[in-house]
């Protein structure tokens, strides 16, 4: 995905502003934006079915990657997760200030809505993109998820509203990610359900390894800050080590499954990201 | 506008979810959402044109009132403008906390975007009117009005930074209102373009007479609290108050030859709100 890596550094928008580092602060946010996990998602399935589709859809991809990264400022704030640091790097509000954080937030998220309504694609195909991402992205989506997880930081969960809180947080955008590559290429219902589902649980499968990993794996291991998640709602925490790791190698068996029910097409296109991705939490 | 004030009542999202206040919080900040002055001029525009068009632009006049309450929700957090107070009711953070007053307002941030694309239109028509939101209520818009705002609050600006100011913060989300009922409707582009100079200027009119009644009437007389101001950079503050009425007789001149330029039907669509703040600066 060198080439999409490319494209997002130089698609970077510069706003014309007398605001004395309004543009500063929204490249570097930009700039740091990590593994780009969600639009590889969705560029796979539009490589593998339509190589000719690849450039138009960097732009919706880009829409995907500046959606996630609107979340990620957000959460970092100190009203939320109050995190100084995020993939070693100093978070926007830590660099800035609070209010720039939370409107380079807002821009980002009205932002990804811009970008895939003036995308080459047709109208129809626009419109079921931006429904996947606002349903996915929203109220009934990654906010509400945000929200249970603030809420619930000292409360004890079940583990099915710990599932259903990271179907939300985290899950249903990674789902949204494969469904809009499918979109794109136009695949049939049945086949975009069977991939949303698998979306889904692979969603959830990253959040147990998540929290396999902080609570075994040392900061140097992990390649991040570990031994975060005190009393809170983790995996590891309400099914104990050996029981979040039966969960996640039960989830990943299932996760198996429906990729083998998926048309080979897909499996061809999702298999390097499944191996890499599928048992993580057995690896140092 | 009785019944859109209807629909927009009925149609407050209610989303399942065992969080204890999320909904509560939701339809609070939805039902205190103040005069809908933004669906009011999308949909006089279409009550004129296309009478059989009203119902189905509720949902999109809906989407736009709630993206105006996600602006003002993240604009009143103590990181911002700090406010305890909205049109005497209390604001969202003060009776909840900061972050599900962050998250509701990302939540309905995007769901504006939803609506409109799960709304009854053509996608050519939706594509559209994602397309005027997203770029007047964005980074280029919307966003970075209340951006400078904050940054200046104790910096002076020029008359044409002030101006730049008010018109991202608050005249093309105005004026995008009318464009938007004008897409609706399918009115020509260059009849497109003057509604768009008229919303803009109407908008900057709105700024000028706040503040000239921030500096001029008590809370009483003006219904909600004034001399607010101090030194920030108002018009009064930078013009004088004489300076500023000038300011604002001219603007408002400017608009009555814009509107007189304006198709009659357009005129007949619009006489009524227009008479009622034309001058609203000159009475008491």
Do not use: C, W
């Not at 969705?42 to 919706?60: G, N």
């Not at 079940?158 to 947080?169: A, P």
């Not at 609570?215 to 309400?238: H, Y």
């Amino acid at each position: 995905m060198k080439d999409f890596e490319e494209y997002f550094i130089r698609n970077i928008p510069t706003i014309k502003s007398f605001h004395p580092y309004y543009n500063e602060a929204l490249s570097y946010i930009i700039k740091n934006s990590g593994k780009h996990f969600r639009p590889k998602l969705m560029l796979s399935i539009v490589k593998e079915y339509e190589p000719l589709l690849l450039e138009s859809s960097y732009k919706v991809a880009m829409a995907l990657e500046l959606f996630h990264t609107y979340s990620l400022i957000h959460d970092d704030l100190p009203a939320m997760d109050n995190a100084s640091l995020r993939r070693g790097k100093a978070t926007l509000h830590t660099i800035y200030n609070d209010a720039i954080a939370i409107l380079i937030g807002d821009g980002l998220n009205t932002y990804a809505f811009e970008l895939i309504s003036t995308s080459a694609f047709r109208d129809d195909v626009k419109v079921e993109l931006i429904k996947i991402l606002s349903t996915n992205g929203g109220l009934s989506g990654m906010v509400l998820g945000q929200a249970i997880d603030l809420e619930f930081e000292k409360k004890p969960l079940s583990l099915s509203e710990v599932e259903i809180m990271h179907l939300n947080k985290t899950a249903k955008l990674i789902a949204a990610s494969l469904l809009m590559g499918a979109v794109i290429v136009d695949l049939d219902k049945d086949t975009k359900d069977k991939l949303y589902q698998f979306g889904l649980d692979l969603g959830l499968l990253f959040q147990v390894q998540d929290d396999i990993i902080d609570a075994t794996l040392s900061e140097s291991e992990a390649g991040k800050p570990t031994g975060l998640d005190g009393d809170k709602n983790s995996f590891v925490n309400i099914l104990g080590l050996n029981g979040a790791i039966e969960y996640a190698n039960s989830l990943a068996k299932k996760i198996e499954d429906e990729f083998s029910n998926l048309d080979l097409k897909l499996q061809n296109a999702l298999k390097e990201i499944l191996e890499k991705y599928l048992y993580r939490h057995e690896r140092k």
